[in-house]
């Protein structure tokens, strides 16, 4: 029995910063989503990834959501002293965003361009809809998801 027990903290010493990194991100999360639904909503969910690695999680976003990056800034510190709260200790929150993919443009041809250029439009106005402080709060009243937004 004796060689058996250090086995398993042997093997749990690996993943365990995984695993801390995972529940932080997680714990985090739940945070926001019981405390401020919208932003959740709005921000998190939208985020291209969320990283969490040591002392500091990162959201990223595309290069099209800059209102959302916008609305992230705005909220940083609250989302750091929430951050801390769940860790237990000081927890850096930034958020980035990716650069748009030069080369594939380019190389799609005029239909793909365009048709690029219309999702973009598209997201642009979805960003801007769920910055709109009416759509938030028929989000806080009414829990549902934008899933189309068009130009009127």
Known sequence: MSPAAPKPAATDSTPSGTAKASGLKDALLAEIRKSKMVFY???CAQAQKIEAA??????????NQKTLLNMFEQNRGWLE??????????????GVQTDPPAAAAPQAGDAATAEAKSAEKKSALRDKALADAGVQTMLE????????????
């Open 141 to 152: 009243v009414f829990p549902a998801e934008i899933r189309d937004v068009e130009e009127m």
């Open 81 to 94: 002293s929430i951050a801390q709260q769940v860790a237990g200790r000081k927890i850096a929150v930034a």
């Open 41 to 43: 909503q709005t921000v």
């Open 54 to 63: 040591g002392d500091r999680v990162t959201f990223t976003f595309s290069s």
